[in-house]
C-alpha cells in the first residue's frame, strides 16, 4: 500500500514537472507554423504602417503673467485688480466653450468634408499623387484619388440631419446633387450659388474633381465640434509653476491644424484682454453712479455755508482752528478713499483676505483720529464750530468729488489702455513629418507579436492534440505494435501525377502504388519489416486471412492495405487482396481499375467469382474490388457465399488481405474479422487518440475477435525523438530491385 502511494506521488510530481525537451521539440516540430505565422504578421504591420493615414503635430507657446495693468502711474488703481491666477486655471480658461467655441465659429469646424476614398488602398494612393489636376475615375466614379479640391462655404441641416453623412455627388458642368444618409435627394444646384430647398441650405465656392464623384459631408452639433476639438488639443504647462503653457493638437491636415491652434491661442489672448478690462469697466461704472451723489452733496455744503456766512456776516477763524479744519478735511478724504476700495474689495475678496483686513486697520485708524479732531472742536466758540463744520463739509466734499473725477479718469485710461497677462510667445507651427504612425515600431511590434501568437499557436494545438505521439504510449496500454509506419512524400507526388492522366491511362497505367513506384521508401520499407512480423505471428494463427481495419475514416487503411499486398506479392507469394468497404471503398483506383463486378456484385449472385477477381493486377497479386454501393453491406457479409470465398481464397493463396471500412463507424470490420486469423489495427501518428484505439479494440473484443496488434501509420519525423527510429539516417539507393 504504501509503495503504491510512493508511486502515485512521484507520478503527480512528474506531471507537474515541465519538460524543457519536450517543450522545445514542440516548438521545433511545428516551425513552419511559426515561421509562416510570423512573416504572416509581419507583412500585415508592413501594409498597416504603409497603408495607415499619417497624422502631424503642431505646437504653440503662450505665456501666462501675473496680471498688471503695465500703466506707469497707475499703480494705486492696478493693486485693485492685481491677482495671480494659476495654470491650471488658465488651462482650463483655454478649454472653455467660450474660447474653443469661437474657433469652432470662425474656421466652421462643425462641417466636416472627406472624398469619397476606395476602402483601404484609397487614401494610400490619393496622398502619393502628385499632379495638380484630379486624378480621374478608376473602378469606379463615385472614388477620389487624389488631387481634388473642395471649398464648401456653408451648409445648414435641420436637427434631424445633424451628425448624419450627406453624399455630395458631383455632375457636369459644375453642378451637384446632395442626397441625405437614406439616399434622398435634398437639393441640387450649382458652384459658386447658394441651394436651398426646406430647411437645407448649402454653399459650394470650389469643387474640381471628376463626373461623378462622391464627397461626404457630416454637419455636427455645435457642442460635439467644440468636445471633438477639446479631445484633440493637448495643454501642458512647462516646468513647475514657470506659467509657459504649451499648446499642442494632431491631425491629418497639417495646415488645418495649424490654423486651428492659432485661432485657439488668439481667441484665449482677446478673452484674457477682455476679461482684464471688464473689470475696469464695472469700477467704473460703479464710479459714475456715485458721481452725481457726490456732486449734489458738494452744492449744498456750499449753499450751506454761503447762507450761514451772510447771516452772522463774516467770521475770523482763528490760525489754531484753521489747522483742525485741514486737519479733519484730509482725514474725511481719506477714509473716502478707503471707502471706494472697501467697495471694490467687498466684489472681490471676502472679508478674510489679508488685504481686506489691512484696510479695515486703517479705517479704524482714520475713525479714531477723526473722533479726536471733533472732540477739539467742540471746544471752540459756537460760531467757529459752526462755520468750521460748514467749511469741512464744503471741502470734503470738494475733495471725494475731484478724487472720483481723477479715478474715472484714471479708470478710463487703464480700460483703454489693458493688455491682459497673457503673451503669444509661438505661433502654431506644424511639424513637416508626421509623428504617427511609427512604422518601424509598427512592424516590429507586429514581428514580435506575430512570433508570440504563432508560438502560442502551436503550443496551444500541441496541448490539444490527444492523438498518439510514440509507439511506446499503445505499448504502455498493452497493445502490440507491429510496425511504425513513416509519412512518404513521395506518395503526395505520385498521385499528383496520376491525377494529370487521363481516364484511359489511368484503367491502363495509372496505379498509385508507392511500394512499386518508391520501393526505396522509409514507408515500404517499414512495410517490408511487418511482412516478417506476420509471417512469424500467422504461424499460430487459424489461417492466413489478414484483415486491416482501423477505429475512424482517413487513418490509411487502404494505402497500408494495397502496399502491404504489393509487397508480400514482390517476395514470391500469392497474394489476393479484396477491398471490403463496400460503402466508400477505392482500392480500385490504387490499382487504375474500375469498381463494377466486385465484392458486392459477387455475393448478391450477380457474377461468378472468377469475374469478381481482377487476376494479375501486380505480379502474384489478384484483386477484388468493393463492386456496385449496395444498401446492405453488412447482409452480404454475413451471408455464406462470403465464408465461401474467404475460404476458397485461403486456399488458393499465401496471403489473403481484406481493407475493412472502421469498426466504429460500422459493425462491417467485426463481421469480416470473425473469418480472419489475424486482425491489425491501423492508428494514425497524432491524429488517433489512443483511447480511440482501445474503445475499437473493445469493440471487436466484444464481437469475439482479438486484436492481434496495432500499426501505426503516417509517422512523422519529430524534434523530440519520436517517428525516427533510424529510419531517416540510413541512405537507401534510389534503384529499385528487379
Not at 27 to 46: F, Q
Not at 541 to 566: E, M
Request: glycine share 8%.
Amino acid at each position: 500500500m504504501t509503495q503504491s502511494l510512493e508511486l502515485k506521488t512521484r507520478a503527480m510530481a512528474a506531471s507537474d514537472d515541465i519538460d524543457l525537451g519536450k517543450l522545445f521539440a514542440t516548438l521545433a516540430d511545428g516551425k513552419k507554423w511559426i515561421v509562416l505565422g510570423t512573416v504572416l504578421a509581419t507583412c500585415l504591420g508592413v501594409a498597416a504602417a504603409l497603408l495607415a493615414t499619417p497624422v502631424y503635430r503642431a505646437d504653440a507657446l503662450v505665456q501666462v503673467e501675473e496680471k498688471s495693468t503695465g500703466i506707469p502711474g497707475l499703480e494705486g488703481v492696478s493693486d485693485l485688480f492685481a491677482s495671480e491666477s494659476s495654470s491650471k486655471t488658465e488651462i482650463e480658461l483655454i478649454r472653455s466653450r467660450r474660447v474653443l467655441g469661437s474657433t469652432v465659429d470662425e474656421l466652421d469646424l462643425s462641417l466636416l468634408i472627406e472624398p469619397k476614398r476606395f476602402p483601404l488602398l484609397g487614401g494610400f494612393m490619393a496622398r502619393r499623387y502628385a499632379e495638380t489636376t484630379p486624378a480621374g475615375a478608376w473602378l469606379s466614379a463615385r472614388y477620389n484619388w487624389g488631387g481634388e479640391r473642395i471649398e464648401i462655404g456653408q451648409l445648414l441641416v435641420p436637427d434631424s440631419l445633424q451628425g448624419e453623412v450627406l453624399t455630395l455627388e458631383v455632375g457636369a458642368g459644375e453642378t451637384y446633387r446632395l442626397y441625405g444618409p437614406a439616399d434622398e435627394l435634398l437639393l441640387q444646384g450649382v458652384v459658386g450659388e447658394r441651394a436651398m430647398r426646406g430647411e437645407v441650405s448649402l454653399l459650394v465656392q470650389a469643387l474640381d474633381t471628376h463626373v461623378g464623384a462622391h464627397i461626404e459631408l457630416v454637419k455636427q452639433p455645435r457642442f460635439v465640434a467644440i468636445q471633438d476639438l477639446s479631445l484633440a488639443l493637448g495643454i501642458s504647462e512647462r516646468g513647475k509653476d514657470s506659467g509657459i503653457l504649451s499648446l499642442t493638437m494632431t491631425g491629418e491636415d497639417p495646415q488645418q491644424i495649424a490654423e486651428t491652434l492659432d485661432s485657439v491661442a488668439n481667441f484665449y489672448f482677446l478673452q484674457n484682454v477682455k476679461r482684464m478690462a471688464a473689470q475696469a469697466e464695472q469700477s467704473l461704472e460703479f464710479l459714475q453712479r456715485q458721481l452725481p451723489d457726490v456732486k449734489a452733496d458738494l452744492d449744498i455744503a456750499e449753499q450751506a455755508l454761503n447762507r450761514y456766512q451772510l447771516q452772522v456776516q463774516s467770521v475770523d477763524v482763528s490760525l489754531e482752528t484753521e489747522g483742525v479744519l485741514k486737519q479733519l478735511v484730509d482725514i474725511e478724504a481719506k477714509l473716502s478713499e478707503v471707502q471706494f476700495k472697501e467697495a471694490e474689495m467687498n466684489r472681490l475678496y471676502t472679508a478674510e483676505h489679508p488685504s481686506y483686513k489691512a484696510l479695515q486697520e486703517q479705517k479704524q485708524s482714520l475713525l479714531v483720529r477723526r473722533a479726536e479732531l471733533l472732540n477739539v472742536v467742540e471746544s471752540l466758540p459756537e460760531t467757529q464750530q459752526e462755520i468750521l463744520r460748514l467749511r469741512r463739509d464744503v471741502e470734503v466734499n470738494q475733495q471725494i468729488y475731484l478724487s472720483l473725477l481723477n479715478h474715472m479718469q484714471e479708470l478710463s485710461i487703464m480700460k483703454a489702455g489693458t493688455v491682459g497677462n497673457v503673451r503669444i510667445v509661438d505661433t502654431a507651427e506644424s511639424d513637416p513629418k508626421p509623428v504617427k504612425p511609427k512604422k518601424a515600431l509598427i512592424v516590429a511590434v507586429a514581428l514580435v507579436l506575430g512570433g508570440v501568437l504563432s508560438v502560442g499557436f502551436v503550443l496551444v494545438r500541441a496541448a490539444m492534440n490527444r492523438g498518439i505521439e510514440s509507439p511506446e504510449e499503445l505499448e504502455e496500454a498493452g497493445l502490440v505494435v507491429y510496425a511504425s509506419v513513416p509519412v512518404s512524400d513521395e506518395l503526395s507526388k505520385i498521385e499528383k501525377e496520376q491525377r494529370k492522366l487521363d481516364l484511359d491511362s489511368k484503367l491502363n497505367q495509372g496505379h498509385s502504388l508507392l511500394a512499386i513506384h518508391r520501393p526505396a521508401d522509409l514507408a515500404i520499407e517499414a512495410l517490408r519489416g511487418l511482412r516478417t512480423s506476420l509471417h512469424f505471428a500467422m504461424l499460430e494463427a487459424k489461417n492466413n486471412i489478414v484483415v486491416v481495419s482501423g477505429s475512424a475514416p482517413n487513418l490509411g487503411k487502404s494505402f497500408v492495405s494495397a502496399n502491404l499486398a504489393t509487397v508480400m506479392a514482390l517476395a514470391g507469394q500469392r497474394v489476393l487482396l479484396i477491398d471490403c468497404d463496400m460503402r466508400k471503398g477505392y482500392l480500385q483506383r490504387t490499382f487504375g481499375l474500375n469498381w463494377d463486378d466486385g465484392l458486392s456484385d459477387y455475393l448478391a449472385g450477380q457474377v461468378s467469382m472468377e469475374k469478381a477477381v481482377r487476376t494479375s493486377v501486380q505480379e502474384n497479386l489478384d484483386l477484388i474490388p468493393r463492386g456496385t454501393l449496395p444498401p446492405n453491406p453488412a447482409e452480404l457479409i454475413m451471408h455464406p457465399r462470403f465464408k465461401a470465398l474467404l475460404d476458397w481464397a485461403s486456399e488458393e493463396y499465401d496471403f489473403v488481405v481484406i481493407d475493412t471500412p472502421p469498426i466504429l463507424a460500422v459493425t462491417d470490420a467485426a463481421l469480416v474479422a470473425r473469418h480472419a486469423g489475424t486482425t491489425m489495427m491501423i492508428a494514425r501518428h497524432m491524429m488517433t487518440p489512443l483511447k480511440e484505439v482501445e474503445y475499437a479494440c473493445q469493440r471487436f473484443a466484444t464481437n469475439g475477435v482479438q486484436v492481434n496488434g496495432v500499426i501505426l501509420n503516417a509517422l512523422e519525423k519529430r524534434s523530440g525523438g519520436y517517428g525516427s527510429y533510424g529510419y531517416y539516417h540510413y541512405e537507401y539507393g534510389t534503384q529499385a530491385p528487379k
